[in-house]
């Protein structure tokens, strides 16, 4: 249905994001199917998925990069036969499970207005699902839940839920609970018709067994039905006086009465609807649509979109999701298309764009002209005239638009808030093979930083090499494996480093002066300066305590910027700073001779000498372990992990398996996927994520200072 224009209120912008092999991309497969945008299902593990298309997905069976797609769905109750009065759009963004990718989660979260959260029925809550979780906390963004994988040995549906309420904290409200598990799943009962849902079983490689069957609700389970049917309704009473009233005096409650009630609540973020199916054995899924439709989000019905006026950043300004507003979209994604070029996608807030169009990029403070307007199919292309509040598209020809810039009307220019994103974590050297390599490299760098916010590069001013950083080994191996695939570049590659970070532990004061002449005019800048600890994570203050002008006020930005530069490299190697305050106390200035390039210059030296007095100290990345595994191993775990220098936090049973949880530097996991290979016979496995940075020991620390100064 490409030329089917709808109203805003029946669009629905949701994302699929969950831990590593949930199961995300086989559900968002089998929603392609059921909508009608696909024929056929692909499948993770045959490589033939739509929404995994790089190379490097199909070959590994995991999804690298958030993929954006558009389907139609309307409520049937069965087959999917669609009616046109009740016909919803649904632009979809299925996001990595992989913690290494977790920037494309970060990015589609701050776009979307919903949000799919798939758990693996047997793991149930894992690290990143509570990673994906915290994101979508941090943008508001409304979600359901959807315990999948029901089918497997250990599915056990009560413990899912259970968990959610414990470790996200969050007040699941059960719509649909399972018919049976593992081998015996045959589908679902919907709680709010109070009827069973039945699917036959069929091979996943074709559309038989997709169908489904109402029938009366097996006599074994009416029971536990009605409890859960009680526990929803009083969960989503409060949302709804007419609900809550029929409630408490016993009268009859019908199905749209609650579904307002899981509405108000859902988009509130007071209540999160559960439901459940097996995607793989296509058990489910219908349903879930259903829900998408019934409890997510229109564009209209979220709060208007807020920016900063660029002529007052004091003054915030609003647009309202209508296409009568000005023009106003944030880029959230760019990427680089062997046939069109560089793509931007972005999000459509507030007005209307025609391809041709003129745009405004505050950021850079430039017009940029609208070439094509692409609507994306993973890495398919479908060319549009326009798009609207609430689209999600892709434009060719904003070469310079970064991710993070807000796009807008040339005559009513407003900011958008900026995308935050993680800072990389490890380190690799890479050089060229030879003097043709050298520019293919070149170009692959700045294509790939221009794609990947996480990505970034340095060349090291000692040795002259070129040193890129990452989210983990991963996201370095992807990326090295790209610039060798698309780029045609044949380089060397060095062992992973680790980013340290470097800061200070006491308070220093210290002064810069930069004087220099040079028979004509010259350079004099002058400031004195204290620095002093933030707390862990606090970032970079500068304050500015100048009084009575001894600096002119035009030149104290210039003394920040110098500050800011300096930031790039401490005094101990040369990684980082972080977590620290400068504060501006005084300094001199010359009538003739002071001028922006001295007082940045000045305030740089300033800030070293008094960082060297502030007791630097060396920081690294510690990262949030999680091991499953045999009771048979936990000792070997344990020990293993002791000698790395983890700390070992807790320890769970999970169905017949132990689960380890534990804090360790990521300067010590390196090779430990092997080691816990080989003392478990392959039968556990772990997971990773970044978690805090904390001061290097002092003897390992010496290490590191002595071997990067080649002593």
Partial sequence: MPDLKLPLSRTRN?????????????????????????????EVHNGNTEMDWMDQERERGI?????????????????????LPDVHRINIIDTPGHVDFTVEVERSMRVLDGAIAVFDGVEGVEPQSETVWRQADRYNVPRICFVNKMDRVGANFERCVAMIRERLSANPAVVTIPIGAEDHFEGIIDLINMEALKWSDSGSDSAQGSEFVKSEIPDSLKDSATIYRKQLLECVSEFDDELI???????????????????????????????????????????????????????????????????????????????DEPFTALAFKIATDPFVGSLTYFRVYSGKCEAGSTVYNPRLGRKDRVGRLLRMHANKREEIDNVEAGDIAAVVGLKQTKTGDTICDVSHPIVLERIKFPEPVLSVAIEPKTSEDEERLSNAIQKLLDEDPTFRMKTDIETGQTIISGMGELHLEIIVDRMQREFNVKANVGRPQVAYRETITKTAMAEGKYIRQTGGRGQYGHVKITVAPQNRGEG???????????????????????????LDSGVLVGYPVVDISVTLLDGTYHEVDSSELAFKIAASMAFKDAMSK?????????????????????????????SR???????????????????????SMFGYATDLRSFSQGRASYSMEFAYYSPVPAAIAEQIVTKAKGN
């Fill in 245 to 323: 009233h029929a409630y408490l005096e016993d009268k009859p409650i019908d199905r749209k009465m609650i579904d307002k009630a899981i509405r108000c609540g859902t988009l509130a973020g007071e209540i999160t609807p559960v439901f459940c199916g097996a995607a793989f054995k296509k058990k489910g899924v219908q349903p879930l649509l259903d829900g998408i439709v019934r409890y997510l989000p229109s564009p209209m019905d979220l709060p208007p979109v807020m920016g900063k006026d660029l002529s007052d950043e004091t003054k915030t300004l609003e647009r309202k999701p209508t296409s």
């Fill in 614 to 642: 502030g007791a630097p100290q060396l920081l690294e990345p510690i990262m949030s372990v999680e091991v499953v595994l045999p009771e048979a191993y936990l000792g070997d775990v344990i020990g293993n992990l002791n």
């Fill in 63 to 83: 999804t690298i990069t958030s993929a954006a797609t558009t389907c139609f769905w309307s409520i049937t109750g069965q087959n999917g036969e669609m009616s």
């Fill in 540 to 566: 970079f203050i500068f304050v500015n305590k100048i009084i009575g002008g001894s600096i002119p006020k035009e030149y104290i930005p210039s003394v920040e910027r110098g500050v800011r530069e300096a």
């Fill in 14 to 42: 949701i994302g699929i994001a969950a831990h590593i092999d949930a199961g995300k991309t086989t559900l968002t497969e089998r929603i392609l199917f059921y909508t009608g945008k696909t024929y056929k299902m692909g």
């Fill in 645 to 667: 220098r983890g700390q070992i936090e807790a320890m769970e049973e999970r169905k017949g398996f132990r689960v380890v949880k534990a804090k360790v530097p990521l300067a």
